[in-house]
Structure formats: C-alpha cells, structure tokens
C-alpha cells in the first residue's frame, strides 16, 4: 500500500557514520526502533522508512557537523521538523541519518518596525504566533497541522489564508542553510525586494530538504487588522459554491479566506465539532481590514452569493464564535477520519486555475462516487486548491486499488486543466511520475540543479526528482 | 568611466554563427555599427559592448535556432527587449549575438476570469496595459521606461506600485524559456500556487539572460480598482517623510503608491513638468479599493503625516491631475538631468529595512554633499528601496572618481544595514563585487548553478556572477 520503494543502503558508510555521530553527540544520537519510526513517514498511508539514526541538533554549527560527516561517507540526510508531511518527505528510502531541528526553537529576533523576524526551523507556526501576538503581529501561513517554520519552507506550505497572504513563496523573505557540502549561505538580505542575482530563497523554499537543510528563515509578519469577521454560507450545490467562490476572485475581494466544504464534509464536521450548519456545499470566509472595510467587504460578498443561490449567510457575532468555526475546518481531516472509523484519509492536493474549479471538484465528485470510494472534499477554493481526501480501508485491497485509480485519474484531470497535482503539499515520494507529466522537460532542469549542488545525492534522496 | 571589462571572444566560431545566421535569417540578422551599438548599452554612463549581429526572432523555435547554432559555436547569446536597463545587461563583452524580441509581441491569451496573461517576451508594459484596459484589467508592475516584459522578468523589475502589488517575481506565474542547450521548458502550470518541484520560475526571473532567454511570461493580472485617489504630502526634512512611511507600512495601510522625492527632485520636476510643489521632501501617494476604502485609507494617511509634520496634504480631484502628478514622477529621471544640461545620470539602486530607510537617506544627502556632488534621490519608499541619481559631468575626471567613491559607499551603506545593493535594476556588470559582499558564499551557490545549466557559459556573459 502507497510508495514503498526502496533504494540501495549504503551500510559500510551508514555504519562509519553512526560511530563518528555517537562520539559527536553522544545521547543526542538516538538509534532506538520507536525513535526512528517516529521519525520516518506516519500520517498517511505511505509506508514508514524509518532513518538508521536521529540526530537532535541545536545549532547552524551542529547541523553543519553532520551534514560534513554524512557526505564524507555518502550517506543520506533527511531534514526532520513536526513530521507532519503528507507527501513521505521524511522518509529514508535508502536509510541515513534523521537532523531533527525541532530543539532549535528559538525566535531569535522580531522587527516590528520592519514587520519580519527571525526564527530558527524547529519554531512552529503556533508557537511564533504567539510570540507575536502581544506586538500585535501575526504570521498568516496556516497549514492544518501545527508545523515547524523550516518545514513549512522546505516544502512551500500555505493554507487558508494563502488567498489574501500567499504561501511560504511569498513570505520568506531569506533563509540560512547548510548545503550538502556542509558550507553555509544566507540566501538574501532583509530588504523588502531585491534583484540581487539569482532567487536562492525561492529555490530552497519547496526544494524538500533536497538540497539543503534550512537552519534559520526570515519571515514577513503582518499586523493583526484591527476588525476580523467570519461567515459561512450554504449553498445548493458544489458548482454553485464554486462559481461564487470565482465571482469573488473576478470582483477582486480582498477576502482572507474563502474555503470550500462538500455536503459530505459538513455532515463529518457537525458530528464531530457539535456544530448545526445546513448539510449541503458551504462557503466559510473571514474578513480583514478596517471596521467599515471588513462590513463593506462582507455585504459585497452577501450580494454575489445571492446571484448563486447562497443562503443562510451569517457573520460570527463573537471571537468565541469565530474560533469555532474556523476550529471546525481545522478539525475537518479529524472529522473526515470519524466518517469511518478504522479507515486511513489518503490526501490528494490538486489545484486549477479558478474559473475551471467547479468543473474539477464536480468531476471529481462524480469519480469518486462512480468508483465506490468515499472522498469528501475541502478547498482552498479561493486559489483553485483542493483535496479530496479518500476514507480506504487499509485491508481492502480492490478498495486500495480503486483509490490508488482515484488519485491517478484525479493529479491527471488537474495536470489536463493547466493546473497541478500539488497546491500545498508538495512532491515527495509518491507525485514524482505527475511531476514529470505536469512539467515536462523542466524536470530535467531540476536535476540539473540537483546534481550540481548535490552531485552525491546525499539530501532526502528519493524525493521530488524521479528514480 | 563606467565598466569596461572586455573578455576574451571566440573570433572562429564568432564569424562561423555570423555565416550559418546569415543563411538561416537573412535580412532579420542585422550587423550594421548603428543597430549593434543600439543593442549594447546606451542608458548610463557604463561603456557601449555591442554585440557582432543582432537577430530579429519571430517565435519560440527561432529563438531555440540561433541559440542551437551559437551553443554549437561556444558563442555568447544575449537576450535583448526594449534595452532600457540600467546596469549594462545587455552589453557584449566577449561579442556574439543579441537576440531581439521586440518583433515577439502578441499578447497570446488574456483569461480574464482566472486574472492572468499569457505574452510574448516583447509586449511592452504600456502596450499590455492598453491591450488590458477594455476588459476592465491591469499590470500593476511599472519601471520608470516602458520596458518589455521579458526584460522585466529576466531583472526582476518593479517599481512604484511594487509596496501593494509586489515585483516580477509576485506576478509571473511562468515562464516558457529557451536553455542554453536549446530545449525549451514551461516553468509551471498556471495554478495559483503550486508546490510542484523546484522553483524555476522564480530562478528565471531575476537570472538576467545568464541561464536561457524567456520566450513567453505568464502573468497575473488585477482588476482596475473601483477607487483610485493620488494625493501628495510635504514634509520638513527628508527624515519626517520617511518617518511617515515607516508609521505607514507598520499601520499596514494597503497604499498602492508612496513615492519619496527629495527637494532637490521636487525643484527638477517643478521646472520640467510646470508644477508649482513647495520645494521641500515630499511624497506622492496613491490609494486603490472601493470609494469608500479609498476616502478611509487617505483620512488615515493624513493623521499618519500629522504626526511627522506633514503639511499641504491634498488629494488630486480628477484624473487629469492624477496623470499629472505621476507623469511628473515618472519624468523624474528627465527633469534631474535638465538640472545639469550635459551631464549624465549614474543610477543608484539601494534598498534597505524601512526601519533603516530614514537613516539611509540622511546619510546619503550628507555624503554626496561632503563629495561635492549632485545626487538627488527618488524613493519607492514603502519597499525602503531608493535611487540617488548622480548628475556626472563625463569630463570631468575629478568628479568621475568621487562619483565611483560615493556609488560604492552607497552600497556598503546598504549592505552594512542588512540591505541590498539593488532593489530592483539587478546586478548586470557594475555590481557584481557588491553581490559578493552582500551574499558572500551564497553567489558560489548561484556558480554552480550556472555552470550546470551553462557549462559553455554562452548565456550572457559577464553578467550577475563575478569574473
């Protein structure tokens, strides 16, 4: 079930590696089964590839020490943060060692004055927001799961309010790695644009830890809008949902989210959030701006989804209110997996442009239902990103294949649409044959790229490039 | 004066693509003195390098043909647009071919639903936006020239909407290009966002023709705003005005415009364009959003400005005098030379943390007076990025040698307050010793790129990396 294949083990230099490791971090090595298994792959239905080691590093310096140690013997280094990829970044198909920065969690500077700061990669995105908050500053990017800033950047994460604020592309504003090659780079300097030489922190943003581990990033902050207001509003059907959703973008909203819930979704998430919305396709938004500019923007939205049949339109009176609600699509993937318990969620992540997502999240409804498979749907509809989440068993091997039939079909309707068979999640192990249908002769490029910085493919190999 | 660099040129095989392009493109391969020295450098003070022939491309497969034919020869290409750099981008220190895109200039589809664009590298910004207007759409990226969108990809331009709208690197979503071997890559689909893989979107924009010439851009585009307000505002000394923006980004006021002109430039523009502004620092300021968001976002301007003692603060009433005043700001660069009839303008680019932009500029008057030099500054002040533009007389040696002085303070300036030394006219020749300060072993990174995707170095060379 999912990707398991694996490479060739280099077990002479692994081996050498372990010894030279333990006499440099002592306890900080950690070689226990439970250890290394949590630190492979484990929240979807990929197979876990466990590292041979982890190392709990603290420093630049430190991860610096392993990287040369692991490259002196050619063996692999994966890049470890939450571990809550889905994509099997964290995998070790061909062994190695495991850099987990997760106690490298410091905010070593904010700026409010410039709206950035400065964090190490093991900080997560909730535990920088509230560092913040007491400046009145916040950092948009919200995948679901409370992830580590440095993978977040390794594999060019976003979330609901991508829409107004973009994704990680668009708010590192420079990072600081270790290269395979143990040397350190700070990829650009702290002001606002720049046009000097090449976009090394757009390259290392997304590039999965292939090329490098990132050990410090520069982020843009924003400040907390001084009115915020959530609303959600049902409508008849997904097509609906989805051409109001492209009315918005047309009218050029400023929306900060706009997320999509299927008739299937809602159901899951009043079960499980105790919540009593409509069980038809929901439209969930919120607002930023001034006081007059968020009621202006919310009576905008109330006109357009009228013309689409959108009904029981409510703004959240109060922030207990607005917390519930956006809890609740937070909660969503939970709310999914209750649907059937036992099951696993199988993600998929496509994205299209906007004026062909009602298209693509019919069809794939009708796929999903034609093929007997239970995949309710979340998007991000506002940027045309969508996951349809297939509930398998993980016994039922016709089930498993119908899926895997499900996931294929679907990375090649988005690819067909002039979109992608990745919005968020990124390419890891399994997307790598849609990489190369998604972007032709452009993957070539990028071995390119990777060979010359990685010419001993020691960085999370087995990712992104294809075999 | 300027950067006189020659490299070595490869005569055999200069004059064997000459014959093979002659066969291949007759008339459209020009090699007359007049159009060669056209195609080098002509805007600043940096030296004329014409290339030996100039090829006049129609399509893509074009395009792939004379790269093919000079890879062949180990003979250097370079991508040439409207020519309207500023850093000698297109200047041929070691000869060979420029490829001139201005014939590839359709604007190839226009999805106004999805707000994006697909061109030709030679659709200039002006010619887009005439093409755009009807649909009710526009490109918001604006350099002073009218330059092509190639080349305003290739340098990762922007300009004075980039503190709402962001730089090239926001607003490309692909790009097609041509690689020095002759393949032809997309570089993404056209989802809104993607995490497909390396970014190599955002490693074309920016690489300045030295890894492949870009043959179409797609782009993202804006609706033209239901409100669009201008207003201008004095200030008593160049520190309150940037006081100002500073209050104004940390407020997060979305203006779309704040432009810095410091009193010598007010005094320029007052005589070339026949305004009667007071002359002392001023800003230019623009507002975009609905009629109401607009009145809001001015009213708070104006007690932002209050503080700083702002004073004179009025919005234009109609459009005519909104095109007036930004018609005087884009003539800028043309009303500081009328100051000093003969001389020639040295643009300087530096950004800076905009908590670091008041101190920048003070120190900046002050040191081009300690040397005895007229450098007025315009400011794209809310991305803390600005141009002091010294007025050289080309004669005279004494004041070429302290303008050489005063440019390379300038960027040690910047680099020594964790800025850049070019916000947005990129490296080209002049700059490369400064990227090096300023990126140290990150520009070894940006080699090894280069070589891999050009080992021959064909792409235009002598460009972005150090000799």
Same mark, same amino acid.
């Given at each position: 079930?999912?990707?398991?294949?694996?490479?060739?083990?280099?077990?002479?230099?692994?081996?050498a590696?372990?010894?030279?490791?333990?006499?440099?971090?002592?306890?900080?090595?950690?070689?226990?089964?439970?250890?290394?298994?949590? /630190?492979?792959?484990?929240?979807?239905?990929?197979?876990?590839?466990?590292?041979?080691?982890?190392?709990?590093?603290?420093?630049?310096?430190?991860?610096?020490?392993?990287?040369?140690?692991?490259?002196?013997?050619?063996?692999?280094?994966?890049?470890?943060?939450?571990?809550?990829?889905?994509e099997? /970044?964290?995998?070790?198909?061909?062994?190695?060692?495991?850099?987990?920065?997760?106690?490298?969690?410091?905010?070593?500077?904010?700026?409010?004055?410039?709206?950035?700061?400065?964090?190490?990669?093991g900080?997560?995105?909730?535990?920088?927001?509230?560092?913040?908050?007491?400046?009145?500053?916040?950092?948009?990017?919200?995948?679901?799961?409370?992830?580590?800033i440095?993978?977040?950047?390794?594999?060019?994460?976003?979330?609901?309010?991508?829409?107004?604020?973009?994704?990680?592309?668009?708010?590192?504003?420079?990072?600081?790695?270790?290269?395979?090659?143990?040397?350190?780079?700070?990829?650009?300097?702290?002001?606002?644009?720049?046009?000097?030489?090449?976009?090394?922190?757009?390259?290392?943003?997304?590039?999965?830890?292939?090329?490098?581990?990132?050990?410090?990033?520069?982020?843009?902050? $924003?400040?907390?809008?001084?009115?915020?207001s959530?609303?959600?509003?049902?409508?008849?059907?997904?097509?609906?949902?989805?051409?109001?959703?492209?009315?918005?973008?047309?009218?050029?909203?400023?929306?900060?989210?706009?997320?999509?819930?299927?008739?299937?979704?809602?159901?899951?998430?009043?079960?499980y959030?105790?919540?009593?919305l409509p069980?038809?396709?929901?439209?969930?938004?919120?607002? /930023?701006?001034?006081?007059?500019?968020?009621?202006?923007?919310?009576?905008?939205?109330?006109?357009?989804?009228?013309?689409?049949?959108?009904?029981?339109?409510?703004?959240t009176?109060?922030?207990?209110?607005?917390?519930?609600?956006w $809890?609740?699509?937070?909660?969503?993937?939970?709310?999914?997996?209750?649907?059937?318990?036992?099951?696993?969620?199988?993600?998929?992540?496509?994205?299209?442009?906007?004026?062909?997502?009602?298209?693509?999240?019919?069809?794939?409804?009708e796929?999903?239902?034609?093929l007997?498979?239970?995949a309710?749907?979340?998007?991000?509809?506002?940027?045309?990103?969508?996951?349809?989440?297939?509930?398998?068993?993980? $016994?039922?091997?016709?089930?498993?294949?119908?899926?895997?039939?499900?996931?294929?079909?679907?990375?090649?309707?988005?690819?067909?649409?002039?979109?992608?068979?990745?919005?968020?999640?990124?390419?890891?192990?399994?997307?790598?044959?849609?990489?190369?249908?998604?972007?032709?002769?452009?993957?070539?490029?990028?071995?390119?790229?990777?060979?010359?910085?990685?010419?001993?493919?020691i960085?999370?190999?087995?990712?992104?490039?294809?075999?």
């Amino acid at each position: 079930m999912g990707q398991a294949t694996a490479m060739t083990r280099n077990e002479d230099g692994i081996g050498a590696v372990l010894g030279v490791l333990k006499q440099q971090f002592a306890d900080r090595l950690q070689t226990g089964d439970a250890i290394r298994e949590q /630190h492979g792959h484990t929240t979807t239905w990929l197979t876990n590839q466990p590292p041979d080691g982890v190392v709990f590093a603290q420093s630049t310096a430190e991860v610096a020490e392993v990287i040369k140690t692991c490259a002196a013997y050619k063996v692999p280094v994966i890049p470890f943060g939450t571990g809550t990829s889905l994509e099997g /970044h964290v995998n070790a198909p061909a062994g190695g060692i495991s850099i987990d920065v997760s106690q490298m969690n410091k905010v070593i500077a904010v700026n409010a004055a410039d709206l950035d700061c400065r964090v190490q990669p093991g900080v997560t995105r909730m535990a920088l927001n509230t560092h913040l908050r007491d400046q009145g500053l916040f950092f948009p990017i919200d995948p679901g799961a409370d992830a580590s800033i440095g993978g977040m950047a390794a594999t060019r994460a976003s979330g609901t309010n991508a829409v107004r604020y973009g994704t990680m592309k668009d708010n590192v504003i420079s990072v600081e790695a270790v290269m395979p090659d143990g040397r350190i780079i700070r990829t650009a300097s702290r002001a606002r644009k720049s046009s000097a030489g090449y976009d090394l922190t757009r390259l290392m943003v997304g590039s999965e830890g292939t090329l490098g581990v990132i050990t410090e990033v520069t982020l843009r902050l $924003q400040g907390i809008p001084e009115a915020i207001s959530a609303a959600s509003c049902s409508f008849p059907s997904v097509k609906a949902a989805c051409e109001t959703v492209m009315a918005v973008i047309q009218y050029g909203l400023p929306v900060a989210r706009i997320e999509l819930l299927d008739a299937m979704v809602v159901r899951a998430v009043n079960a499980y959030s105790k919540l009593s919305l409509p069980e038809t396709p929901l439209l969930l938004l919120e607002f /930023h701006g001034s006081e007059a500019g968020v009621s202006e923007q919310a009576q905008t939205f109330g006109t357009l989804a009228d013309d689409f049949g959108g009904t029981g339109y409510a703004a959240t009176q109060t922030l207990e209110e607005r917390n519930r609600l956006w $809890q609740a699509r937070h909660d969503a993937y939970w709310a999914m997996l209750a649907l059937r318990p036992g099951c696993k969620a199988v993600a998929t992540d496509v994205g299209v442009p906007i004026s062909r997502l009602a298209e693509a999240v019919v069809k794939t409804n009708e796929k999903s239902a034609e093929l007997g498979l239970i995949a309710p749907i979340v998007g991000h509809a506002g940027d045309g990103n969508f996951h349809a989440s297939v509930l398998v068993d993980p $016994q039922d091997a016709d089930e498993i294949a119908r899926t895997e039939s499900f996931i294929s079909w679907l990375n090649d309707l988005a690819i067909s649409l002039d979109g992608t068979c990745t919005g968020e999640h990124g390419i890891g192990q399994g997307k790598r044959p849609y990489l190369v249908k998604e972007l032709g002769a452009a993957v070539d490029v990028m071995g390119q790229l990777k060979r010359a910085i990685d010419p001993n493919n020691i960085m999370n190999p087995g990712k992104i490039l294809p075999a």
